[in-house]
């Protein structure tokens, strides 16, 4: 097959971002990272090590070309857009203003994008993340797969690039060569139905908020059974909210699927948190937990899931009192100075009210 080499910038060198540069730039060259100057300057210096869940005895680095400012790289072909929803306009705007209308991959979680990215770009690929990743520092990240094994190839993420709106045959095109050069280097597919993509991967990020508000993996839980409770109701409303509004479900390895989401909700809790710690297993650091936690931030793309839900419940006509409850909870508790994580059991306490 007669492949176009594009050019790629990869717009933000976070955990998304690097970890796709981090599996694709051995197997393909023409793909550069941009980040701000610190984190530039130390990708410069120390490249990027990346390991597997735990196995930092396994480490690994690849040295990666890194720039600062787009017009270091005026012939971008492709930019791979991996910043928070929060940052999307003001990066959109800079792209706008120094590369003009480039091809775009847009990662975020969510559909925000969907809203801020075409009225700035006209070829823009949405892309559905399966995998966590979180950085312990700029230079090393961490990564957990949700593929199943396979002898003798490595474990990298499921990347699932679609488009939205009415399909141009070439932009339909240039997915497939993108999707192609990428399976260079990790599992990227193309999904002909995105909308119900991205909408069934956001089910489980509704979850971010809970387990950030109750610091799970920061802070001792004191019950497992009400924090499955309300993380799996939390999901449950999510999956209402949307078969409601006529979406269906896409399914994708790793991400919990509905059936499970139902069957968590039914269960006792008792039971159910089982299913629930199982889970959580694949997901170490949700990028919530790492803005608001580990990175001790007060922006989150709270809004972006849990909100764009309740407005869709509110729109459908499905009640959703557990998401409106830790969203309330949630966007009290992330805009203090110095967030703490609470207890599982006073968080019951301030959304049982409402139930
Ligand atoms: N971390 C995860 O496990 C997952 C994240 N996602 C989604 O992927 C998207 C990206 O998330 P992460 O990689 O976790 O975010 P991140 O916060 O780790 O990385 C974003 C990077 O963009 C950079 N950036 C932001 N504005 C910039 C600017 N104006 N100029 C230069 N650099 C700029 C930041 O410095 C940061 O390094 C989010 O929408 C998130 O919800 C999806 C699935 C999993
Ligand atoms: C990995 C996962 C699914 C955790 O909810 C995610 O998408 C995120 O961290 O934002």
């Not at 680095?61 to 012939?75: F, G, R, S």
């Not at 949700?146 to 399909?167: A, H």
């Not at 508000?213 to 839980?221: T, V």
């Not at 936690?293 to 007060?298: D, E, Q, V």
């Amino acid at each position: 097959m007669n492949e176009k080499e594009y050019d790629f910038v990869i717009f933000g060198a976070g955990a998304i971002g690097s970890s796709i540069g981090a599996w694709l730039y051995p197997h393909y060259n023409k793909v550069c990272f941009l980040d701000r100057k610190e984190i530039a300057n130390e990708l410069k210096e120390k490249g990027i090590n990346i390991y597997l869940n735990e196995e930092k005895d396994k480490i690994q680095k690849i040295n990666v070309p890194v720039i600062e400012d787009l017009n270091e790289k005026p012939d971008t072909d492709v930019v791979i857009l991996a910043t928070k929803n929060y940052s999307l306009d003001a990066v959109a705007q800079e792209i706008k203003a120094k590369l003009g209308d480039p091809i775009i991959i847009a990662l975020q979680n969510g559909v925000e994008n969907q809203k801020i990215l075409p009225k700035y770009f006209s070829k823009i690929i949405y892309g559905t993340i399966c995998w966590n990743a979180w950085k312990d520092s700029p230079s090393v990240l961490g990564f957990s797969s949700w593929q199943k094994p396979e002898e003798g190839k490595p474990k990298t993420g499921s990347l699932f690039l679609g488009t939205v709106g009415d399909k141009n045959p070439e932009l339909e095109g240039i997915m497939k060569n993108i999707v192609n050069i990428f399976n260079k280097g990790f599992d990227a597919q193309i999904s002909n139905d995105f909308q119900n993509t991205i909408h069934t991967k956001m089910v489980t990020n509704l979850g971010n908020c809970v387990l950030t508000l109750a610091g799970h993996k920061f802070r001792e839980i004191s019950s497992m059974k009400t924090l499955a409770k309300i993380t799996t109701n939390v999901l449950n409303e999510g999956v209402q909210i949307l078969k409601a509004a006529g979406y269906s479900e896409y399914p994708m390895d790793g991400v919990t699927s509905w059936g499970l989401v139902g069957l968590g909700a039914k269960l006792p809790a008792s039971i159910s948190k089982f299913i629930f710690q199982k889970k959580v297993k694949h997901y170490p650091m949700n990028s919530m937990q790492q803005d608001i936690i580990l990175h001790k931030g007060n922006q989150s793309e709270l809004d972006y899931f849990n909100g764009y839900f309740l407005e869709l419940a509110n729109k459908v006509g499905v009640k959703a009192p557990y998401n409106q409850g830790i969203y309330d909870v949630c966007k009290e508790e992330f805009a203090k100075p110095n967030f703490e994580p609470l207890d599982v059991a006073d968080i019951w306490e301030k959304i049982e009210g409402n139930l």
